[in-house]
């Protein structure tokens, strides 16, 4: 990356940190009353004088991710090559949000219509032809469709996948597992300057993400040690497919910290089950975006650890959305936002 591209990025990304919310934050809006009004809720999403009470959720959303779409695309202007090969990947993680609501869908026998209406629609970052996937008979034929363009590396595996088990899980998984792989394998292409706290960045994302997956699959879905294994991405920082063996093979939940750095003790050992295993785990995962923007040196680690926070603080202001929507008591949408160990603000 030129100095002139990596001073533009490290000051865009400069100017969007301060869009982030912290819990402080989000434990006030929580707080707020409806008649507080959207604009006030979400300063700069609809206009506050324009905003009466607490919109429609699904419009909230839209104009949240078209605010990231924008976000993005600025992002993206002085990248070239193997940096802008990589958040250009990073955003087709919508496209797989698409297919596994596509493919659960249609194995639930959900109408075109319904299944259409929760699908994201981010262009250019959304590159499906979803009214084709659409109207595809059957799951092996959409995942076949999509064998013969860009995303055949991630549909060949899924559609084997699903053909050998007719499972959901298996898909789901398939595709998160290809996802992944495919976006540590675009790290590697990256500038010396670039590279080592992007993969730093990614392998501990990845981490979190193989760790949650374990411990869902073997003592939520009762997966066997084997199938577990072959779920999981092999490229962690840590936790890469050499440990994972005794790992799938641990008999109990916190028989895992025995083949841990100690640094997941507090995680394993706190959580009594594994939905509280995925929410501690996610919080690792935004600390460490946030010390990733905070002290890297990398433009590009910034930018993708602003991304990663930028999204997550969505899902969470969409919980508060639809927690005032809905009118669900305050501790009901706490949970949401910040996952059952969360204190109270």
């Known amino acids: 990356m030129s100095r002139t591209a990596d001073a533009y990025l490290q000051t865009r990304v400069s100017i969007f940190r301060a869009n982030l ?22 300063p700069g999403v609809i206009d506050p004088e324009r905003a009466h009470g607490v919109a429609d959720p699904t419009l909230v959303e839209r104009a949240l991710y078209d605010l990231l779409r924008l976000e993005l695309s600025v992002l993206l202007r002085p990248l070239a090559g193997a940096a802008r090969d990589f958040l250009q990947f990073w955003a087709h993680r919508f496209d797989i949000l698409n297919l596994k609501a596509i493919i659960r869908g249609k194995l639930r026998g959900v109408s075109q219509e319904e299944i259409a209406r929760n699908l994201f629609d981010i262009p250019p970052f959304t590159t499906l032809a979803l009214d084709q996937l659409l109207r595809t008979e059957n799951v092996q034929e ?4 999509l064998e013969a363009g860009r995303f055949a590396d991630i549909a060949g595996p899924a559609r084997r996948s699903f053909e050998e088990k007719h499972d959901l899980l298996a898909v789901d998984a398939t595709l998160d597992q290809r996802y992944y792989a495919g ?21 501990t994302q990845i981490d979190h993400l193989n760790l949650a997956w374990l411990v869902r699959y073997r003592f939520a879905y009762g997966l066997s040690p084997s199938e577990t294994y072959y779920l999981l991405i092999p490229h962690g920082r840590t936790l890469y497919r050499d440990r994972f063996l ?17 640094t997941y003790g ?55 959305v639809r927690g005032k929507y809905f009118e669900l008591p ?11 160990q969360s204190p109270a603000g």
């Open 21 to 42: 919310l912290d819990d402080d934050g989000l434990h006030r809006l929580i707080d707020l009353s409806a008649e507080d009004g959207l604009g006030r809720l979400i």
């Open 142 to 145: 959409l995942l076949r469709q």
């Open 183 to 203: 976006l540590h394998s675009r790290t590697q292409k990256l500038d010396d300057n670039d590279r080592a706290e992007v993969v730093r960045l990614v392998g």
């Open 246 to 262: 005794p790992l799938v093979e641990s008999p109990e939940c916190h028989r895992i910290l025995d083949h841990l750095p100690d």
């Open 266 to 320: 507090e995680v394993l050992c706190s959580a009594d089950n594994p939905l509280n295993v995925e929410n501690q785990l996610e919080e690792m995962t935004r600390r460490a975006a946030a010390g990733a923007l905070g002290s890297a040196r990398s433009a590009l680690a910034r930018a993708y650890a602003y991304l990663l926070l930028r999204e997550d603080d969505i899902r969470r202001l969409l919980a508060v």
């Open 330 to 340: 305050a501790d009901v949408t706490r949970q949401s936002v910040f996952g059952v």
